[in-house]
């Protein structure tokens, strides 16, 4: 009896051991394949400068929509670098511990580059991310902190797989309207489950038809320059 006890534990703590692997395998196929799509191309037209899009993404999700909005709306592209959160085990460890203790200890949030942004010249600042235990990711959370919106429309888009907390948005509209902006709006695209996500082109479908139907879209991207590698 003992003996079958024993293998049932090795088991499930086997079974145990594989999930985080088999999310790192599922993140960094995500991270290929959106990472080869849509690449941001720089507007023609430099004085034009409505919108900016920043954003925080750690398995390219979040990353391929900001791409299609700053290219949809001819808008400026910053991504926010975090080492810590990086693909791989260590960074999903990372961002497991982090995302619930940080987001309401701005202290404690990690460093983000850059830090700073001039977001002057816009009227609009999409701010993007993941959610991460039923909130935006940290480092979404930390540019709000080192940043001021006065006077604009902000608009908060995440990608996410089966939960958001509205709590967790609401709170994050407060520090955004106390840190000067106008107007806050949420965007909101549901993956699915691990097992059973939406592709990327549906994705960018879904943004088209649901996040951008108010705002004044670009036409296709045809006449306009890549913008230069990111060093
Ligand atoms: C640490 C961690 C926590 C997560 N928590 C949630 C969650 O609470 N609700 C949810 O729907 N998705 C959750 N997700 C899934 C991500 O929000 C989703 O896969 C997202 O699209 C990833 O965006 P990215 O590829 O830009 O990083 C979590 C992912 C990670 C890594």
Redesign the pocket.
């Known amino acids: 009896m003992l003996k079958w006890i024993a293998v049932a534990a090795g088991v499930l703590l086997l079974a145990a051991g594989m999930v985080p692997l088999a ?1 790192i395998w599922i ?1 960094s196929r ?2 290929r394949q ?1 990472g080869g799509m849509e690449p941001h191309v720089a507007s023609a037209q430099p004085a034009r400068r409505g919108a900016v899009v920043v ?11 900001a791409r299609h909005i700053a290219n949809r709306l001819d808008a400026d592209l910053h991504a926010l670098e975090v080492p810590e959160y990086a693909l791989g085990l260590r960074g ?1 460890a990372h ?2 511990l982090d ?1 619930d203790a940080r987001r309401n200890d701005p202290a404690r949030l990690r460093g983000i580059r850059p830090r700073t942004l001039d977001l002057r010249p816009f009227d609009t600042v999409w701010l ?8 935006p ?1 940290p480092p979404i959370w930390a540019f709000v902190e080192h940043n001021r919106f006065d006077g604009q429309r902000v608009v908060l888009f ?8 509205d709590d967790q948005i609401a709170a994050f509209k407060a520090r955004v309207m106390a840190r000067g902006a106008a107007s806050f709006e949420h965007r909101a ?3 699915g489950r ?1 097992t059973r ?1 939406i592709g990327p082109d549906e994705m960018l479908r879904r943004i088209d038809a649901d996040w951008l139907a108010g705002d004044a879209v670009r036409a296709p991207l045809t006449a306009r320059t890549p913008a230069p590698a990111a060093p």
């Open positions: 999310i993140e995500q991270a959106a954003y925080f993404s750690r398995s390219g999700n979040t990353a391929l929509a999903l961002s497991a995302a993007g991310s993941p959610v991460w235990f039923y909130s990711a995440n990608t996410y797989n089966s939960n958001i907390g695209l549901l993956r691990m996500q």
